[in-house]
């Protein structure tokens, strides 16, 4: 079965200042990864995902993401910063659909910006 | 394409009473649908697939007298919360699959209180 940690709980930024977002995940064969963002109360909104191919991932609102294989990691990065930016932000592992397409979640990383 | 809905976005409920919760993919079919729950300030835990035409398979520890799934379309999942309890009270999401990678797509989430 697959595992995701994600070893920071809260995260924060100034504006404009660059973020790293760790991910590191435990997965048997190559994995499919995702990155999701979820402000208070509401759904889930996909960043990016990686599937094959390409390992520098490109998603919505200027974020990016590395998987790097030998380090079991994925994680999301963002140049700068912006207010909106503030929200819960979970790694996801997805085994493959022969082995039963199911999706594990990290606990999450709540990113504060200050201005 | 690929629009998940979920209705009711939100319900509350008093306790002893059951709630049901559908999930539906709004512009393709799925004969999987998956069912998770997240706790307040918690990740998002799967709590089981939902197969159309057979039973649905539950994760370990989720009660499946409790939590009634049924599938009873390629675009229509439910899920049911029998017998609702205050420990009940979450938010719900669904998924439903699709493409060549089995990608899984969000509904918006039901929130459940249990009074």
């Known amino acids: 079965a697959q595992s995701v940690t994600q070893p920071d709980i809260h995260i924060t930024v100034s504006e404009g200042a660059s973020l790293e977002l760790r991910c590191n995940y435990s997965?048997?064969?190559?994995?499919?990864l995702f990155w999701y963002v979820q402000s208070p109360g509401q759904g889930l909104q996909l960043l990016l995902k990686?599937?094959?191919?390409?390992?520098l991932v490109q998603g919505i609102k200027g974020f990016e993401a590395e998987f790097k294989r030998s380090q079991s990691s994925f994680n999301l990065r963002k140049p700068s910063v912006h207010w909106s930016d503030a929200a819960e932000y979970f790694c996801a592992v997805g085994a493959r659909p022969e082995y039963g397409n199911k999706l594990v979640f990290g606990a999450g990383t709540i990113l504060r910006v200050k201005s | 394409g690929a629009v998940v809905s979920q209705h009711p976005s939100w319900v509350i409920c008093k306790s002893g009473t059951s709630v049901k919760i559908e999930c539906r993919s709004l512009d393709f079919q799925a004969t999987t649908m998956f069912w998770y729950r997240q706790f307040p300030k918690q990740s998002l835990m799967l709590m089981a697939t939902?197969?159309?035409?057979?039973?649905?398979?539950?994760e370990q520890g989720v009660e499946k007298d409790k939590f009634l799934i049924n599938h009873a379309s390629l675009t229509l999942s439910t899920l049911t919360v029998t017998s609702a309890h205050p420990e009940d009270s979450s938010f719900y999401i669904c998924?439903?699959?699709?493409?060549?990678?089995?990608?899984?797509?969000f509904g918006p989430g039901t929130r459940l209180t249990v009074l």
């Open positions: 990686y599937f094959s191919g390409d390992t």
């Open positions: 998924s439903a699959p699709r493409g060549s990678y089995n990608e899984q797509f």
């Open positions: 997965y048997g064969a190559t994995p499919y």
């Open positions: 939902s197969n159309e035409g057979s039973k649905a398979t539950y």
